[in-house]
Nanobody, 125 residues
Framework: HVQLVESGGGVVQAGGSLRLSCAAS????????KGWFRQAPGKEREFVAT????????YYADSVKGRFTISRDNAKNTVYLQMNSLKPEDTAVYYC??????????????????WGQGTQVTVSS
């Protein structure tokens, strides 16, 4: 069983940066692909970024490509989302998720088995 806990959210001005962390418990963490999703008020949850089990492969939503970077440290059981050049439209609750059958990277919510509780990111204009 895997438990995920996000941290690092907060309030930042447009153009600023934040780094989100997602700490996992469970000895099989290193074999799972990881993803970040977000949900803005009144909107559906959407894919942001994903990284494979080794960290050697990543994929991003077009809306964040070039601004956000996903990474992981399996020794620390942690995945990160570095967010630069933040925009007001990035305001949302950000969730990390784990896919326990990591045959390939996926952007689909239904493919992820474990979810964190979320961390709020607010970008002011």
């Amino acid at each position: 069983h895997v438990q995920l806990v996000e941290s690092g959210g907060g309030v930042v001005q447009a153009g600023g940066s934040l780094r989100l962390s997602c700490a996992a418990s469970g000895r099989t963490f290193s074999s799972y692909n990881k993803g970040w999703f977000r949900q803005a008020p009144g909107k559906e949850r959407e894919f942001v970024a994903t990284i494979n089990w080794s960290g050697g492969s990543t994929y991003y939503a077009d809306s964040v490509k070039g601004r956000f970077t996903i990474s992981r440290d399996n020794a620390k059981n942690t995945v990160y989302l570095q967010m630069n050049s933040l925009k007001p439209e990035d305001t949302a609750v950000y969730y990390c998720a784990a896919d326990r059958t990591p045959w390939s990277l996926t952007t689909q919510i239904k493919d992820y088995d474990y979810w964190g509780q979320g961390t709020q990111v607010t970008v002011s204009s």
